[in-house]
């Protein structure tokens, strides 16, 4: 019996190794059950969203919270944000679970970190949830204007993603218009329903999904003037329609062995964390001639909203720094082609080299540094 518990805690270090942090957060009275995983902070406090989903096991969450925190350090890197990554899950159904008990919470779990933890709105979770956290610590971001934060981050996200679907038809297209392509998009919450009504607005053609059907009913409700541009198909059916670009703005994993010989598109780009169920799938859509738009580069609008509300809330630079999603990434997909490797591979370059140098300065000692970090 020993031994098997001292191999289960080797293994869990080993599962770990990356991370710098991980915390289990356990309230009974509320039932809060979460984890707050935080990968490096090289470049700063770690930053990131607080995800809610009914995980079937912890061991899931668990994985789920280093992956996303792990996504964050890139994000963050490439965005040139001066944060570093980090991320929260909570363990629980969103439309079931959630009081503002378990807001309040997570506050006193963030705030015991002191400031090596910021978070706000993911999936699962809104900015409302986060009026309650807010209560109890000044380490979280995202909430409304009326309460001082910089209002909904699926809003830049959505407008990131746009730029970097237009940066992906220049490259595959030669001709950047959003207007007469086909769009497969994957979830129609915060921001894949943002992104579909743009894309409307633009006369394209969608193809969308939800698992939850009242989503899709009042979606298609806010658009009833554009059913003849709308096919709903149900959850499988989504990786196998003809379209130009297959958009995940759901789940992460859902790019993998079983869907990649599925997919009948020339490009995937789209909001969801962690697309790739691994990093070797990006070969396999390579070899399929279907580019691959790195998500933690096209869906940082929201990163960079939310970063820069730590700085006060200035709507200008947030809308210029998520424009430049357009030449980052039309750049990336130019570099990826020259070297001859995967677009995964060009940003994970890129990534390192932004860590570098941090970890470069990071060894130049003054006695007050970083007091843009000094957060009120
Ligand atoms: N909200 C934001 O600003 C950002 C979101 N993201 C990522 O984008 C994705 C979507 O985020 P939000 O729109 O905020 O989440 P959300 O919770 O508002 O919406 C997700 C939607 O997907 C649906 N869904 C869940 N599983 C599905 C499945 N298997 N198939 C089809 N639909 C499914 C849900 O019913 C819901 O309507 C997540 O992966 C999130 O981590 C990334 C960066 C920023
Ligand atoms: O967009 C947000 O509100 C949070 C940022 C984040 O966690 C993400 O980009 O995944």
Redesign the pocket.
């Known amino acids: 019996m020993k031994q098997v518990e001292q191999l289960q805690e080797v293994d869990l270090f080993q599962k770990i190794a990356n991370h710098e942090q991980v915390v289990f957060c356990n309230d009974r009275q509320s039932g809060l059950k979460a984890i707050i995983a935080i990968h490096n902070t090289t470049l700063g406090p770690a930053l990131g969203?607080t995800?809610m989903y009914p995980y079937s096991s912890v061991q899931e969450a668990l994985e789920d919270a280093l992956r996303?925190s792990e996504g964050m350090t890139a994000k963050c890197a490439i965005s040139d944000v001066d944060f570093g990554g980090g991320k929260a899950v909570i363990i629980g159904d969103?439309n079931k679970d959630k009081s503002p008990a378990m807001f309040r919470a997570l506050g006193q779990f963030v705030d015991s970190l002191n400031g090596r933890f910021i978070t706000g709105?993911?999936?699962?979770t809104t900015m409302n949830d986060f009026i309650h956290a807010a209560k109890e610590t000044k380490f979280i971001n995202g909430i409304p204007e009326s309460f001082g934060g910089s209002g909904d981050?699926?809003i830049p996200?959505a407008k990131g993603i746009l730029y970097a679907l237009k940066a992906t038809n220049q490259f595959l297209f030669h001709n950047n218009s959003l207007h007469g392509r086909v769009y497969a998009i994957?979830?129609?919450?915060?921001?894949?329903r943002k992104i579909a009504v743009h894309l409307l607005e633009a006369g394209a053609f969608v193809y969308v999904?939800?698992?939850?059907e009242s989503?899709i009913k009042s979606f298609l409700n806010e658009v009833r003037d554009k059913q003849q541009c709308i096919q709903v198909v149900s959850?499988e059916e989504i990786y196998r329609v003809h379209a130009d670009i297959f958009m995940p703005?759901?789940?992460?994993g859902?790019i993998n062995e079983k869907t990649i010989p599925l997919l009948n598109v020339k490009a995937v780009v789209g909001?969801?964390?962690n697309q790739l169920a691994c990093d070797k799938y990006a070969g396999s859509l390579t070899e399929k001639e279907i580019l691959y738009a790195p998500d933690y580069i096209v869906?940082a609008?929201?990163?960079i909203q939310i970063a820069d509300e730590l700085y006060g809330v200035n709507r200008e630079r947030v809308l210029e720094k998520v424009a430049s999603i357009y030449d980052t990434i039309l750049q990336l997909f130019k570099d990826a082609q020259d070297a001859n490797i995967t677009t995964v591979e060009a940003a994970r370059r890129e990534c390192e080299r932004m860590l570098d140098e941090q970890q470069h300065r990071n060894n130049f000692y003054s006695r007050s540094r970083r007091p843009k970090w000094d957060i009120k």
């Not at 994957?186 to 894949?192: A, M």
């Not at 703005?249 to 992460?252: P, T, V």
């Open positions: 969203g995800r996303l969103p709105t993911d999936m699962g981050s699926s996200t994957q979830g129609l919450g915060k921001v894949g999904t939800d698992t939850n989503v959850g703005c759901a789940i992460g859902i909001s969801a964390n869906n609008g929201g990163l």
